[in-house]
């Protein structure tokens, strides 16, 4: 089954707004990430926050995290159509010993017109 | 210099065939994955490598061999191809033992027909 659901599926904003995406996760984790995809192209990092962080920024990215209630959120401000891609939250669990495998949510489609 | 990088990026072939495809990473990482991207976008860990030991398998089909000859090197090889492994497949690299951010390949997009 999934462990990271991103809600919404789609999201179209005009250039300038905030954009927020949440991700919601089913087990305990031990970091959660964001990442984004162009079309056609591979993942890039965005930010990572730890289960012992609860806010982090970085540029016009604003991440949350709650872990009580096993959800995150995402935030892009004065969003930009270099900005349109898809957005995937990622989380860290157990993968055996210490190691983790990345687990990825189906993502958000976040589309910024001009 | 590319961090991670795949080939081929394209790679189209008939059902049955068999096929590989190649990833390197120059970031000096331990860790290497292997993800399918369906058409959907649903990205699914396939394999995770450790120094070149097998940590993670997720019950991919047994036509799916990863191959890591050294840490910077996974490859894939597909044997008797169907339409359903039709997708897009990623590498990636890790370091920490995939605790940390990872690297993404390019990808490469496999159209079986």
């Known amino acids: 089954s999934q462990q990271g659901e991103e809600d919404p599926q789609a999201l179209s904003i005009q250039e300038g707004e905030n954009a927020t995406m949440n991700c919601s996760y089913k087990?305990?984790?031990?970091?959660l990430q964001w990442y984004r995809q162009n079309s056609g192209r591979g993942l890039v990092h965005l930010i990572l926050?730890?289960?012992?962080?609860r806010e982090k920024h970085s540029g016009r990215l604003r991440v949350t995290l709650d872990t009580s209630k096993k959800s995150s959120s995402l935030l892009i401000t004065a969003s930009r159509a270099a900005d349109t891609a898809s957005y995937f939250c990622a989380t860290a669990l157990p993968g055996g010993g210490s190691n983790y495998k990345l687990t990825f949510g189906k993502g958000t489609l976040l589309t910024v017109n001009p | 210099d590319t961090a991670v990088s795949q080939t081929p990026k394209y790679l189209v072939t008939q059902m049955g065939n068999d096929k590989s495809i190649k990833c390197e990473q120059n970031l000096g990482h331990d860790t290497m994955y292997w993800y399918k991207q369906d058409s959907k976008k649903f990205l699914k860990i396939m394999f995770s490598?450790?120094?070149?030991?097998?940590?993670i398998n997720e019950t991919v089909p047994n036509r799916f061999s990863p191959k890591s000859p050294d840490k910077a090197h996974l490859n894939l090889h597909i044997n008797s191809l169907e339409l359903g492994d039709s997708a897009v497949y990623f590498c990636?690299?890790?370091?920490?033992?995939?605790?940390?951010?990872?690297?993404f390949g390019q990808g490469t997009r496999l159209t079986v027909v």
């Open positions: 926050i730890r289960s012992n962080e």
């Open positions: 087990t305990s984790i031990n970091n």
């Open positions: 990636a690299s890790s370091q920490a033992g995939g605790n940390t951010e990872a690297f």
């Open positions: 490598y450790n120094n070149k030991e097998l940590i």
